[in-house]
Structures are given as C-alpha cells and as structure tokens.
C-alpha cells in the first residue's frame, strides 16, 4: 500500500482516498472510500480533539464505510478533551450510524 499523503481541506472533501489531515496530537485519514480513521497519541488537549471532530464533521455525508480509530499511543486524556469527543459523538449519533458500518478500535 501507498504511502498517505498530505491534503488540504478542500482536496481532501473532493479526493480523501490515500490522503489525511493532521493536527499535533491527531491524524484524520483514508485509505480508500471505503475505509477512514483517526488516531490520537500523547496528551492531546481539548483543542486539538476540537480541531479533529470539527473536521470529521464535515465528514459525515460520506458513503458508508468502516472506521478505524488507533487510540494505543494516548498517555492521558484530559476530561475536557474526553468531553469533546463524548459531544461530538452523542451529538452526531444518527448520521455516524448512518454512514459507519463497522469500527476496529
């Protein structure tokens, strides 16, 4: 498999296939239209959880397809940012439903 290369948000919404975002603590990517993910490492703090969700918002008329989240590499979660991720989840619940046919994480 290719390596992921880097696009900026208006290539990656058009082309997201081989391509990801990232911000200091996240990566946002996809292999393939079938297959998007995250992970997060370190300690990230509540805006870089924000950052992520803000962009996996834009997201969620996507097909549907799997989800993979690599959460191994975290060494603390603050609750600010654990609350973010809880927000987002809780608020987006039917479409991630909708458009997430399975998640490995």
Not at 37 to 64: H, I, K, N, T
Request: hydrophobic letters at 50%; aromatic letters at 12%; proline letters at 7%.
């Amino acid at each position: 498999m290719p390596a992921l290369e880097p696009r900026d948000s208006a290539a990656f919404r058009r082309d997201p296939a081989g391509a990801y975002q990232a911000g200091e603590n996240w990566v946002y990517f996809s292999f393939d239209p079938t297959l998007f993910g995250y992970a997060l490492w370190g300690q990230p703090a509540a805006e870089d959880v924000r950052a992520l969700c803000a962009l996996m918002e834009l997201e969620l008329d996507r097909a549907p397809h799997v989800a993979l989240v690599y959460l191994r590499d975290l060494t603390f979660v603050s609750p600010d940012a654990f609350q973010v991720l809880a927000d987002y989840t809780v608020k987006n619940e039917a479409a991630l439903r909708s458009i997430i046919t399975h998640t490995a994480i």
